[in-house]
């Protein structure tokens, strides 16, 4: 089964507790155990743009996130695994759940 991993940055206050190598690390480590089948970093919050389309079908475009919060998604991958208690060990190995990241684990519906 599908599982995406969305990668929740902490505070941008925070001092990350994650280098470059354990990003590398992780990347090897899914890719080896056969599992990997899509992830990306995105680029930074301010690059962000937002589109709503209201109810008589206008279009308002801004610039930034939707939303004001605390955390930030900063990537995701997606994992082909047994069941959500494999998604949630390789979740937890993930270098953004440490300090104040989080990572939310979410089945893939496939129709």
Same mark, same amino acid.
């Given at each position: 089964m599908?599982?995406?991993l969305l990668i929740q940055s902490g505070s941008r206050d925070a001092p990350d507790p994650c280098t470059v190598?354990?990003?590398m690390a992780y990347d090897k480590a899914v890719?080896?155990?056969g599992i990997f089948v899509a992830g990306h970093s995105l680029?930074?919050?301010t690059t962000a743009t937002t589109v709503r389309v209201g109810p008589t079908g206008e /279009?308002?475009?801004t610039d930034g996130p939707f939303a004001e919060t605390r955390e930030v998604l900063g990537g995701y991958y997606v994992i082909d695994v047994p069941d959500l208690d494999v998604a949630l060990d390789w979740a937890a190995r993930c270098p953004g759940s440490r300090g104040d990241g989080a990572v939310?684990? /979410?089945p893939v519906a496939e129709f």
């Open positions: 599908k599982y995406m190598e354990d990003w890719q080896e155990a680029a930074d919050l /279009r308002t475009i939310e684990v /979410r």
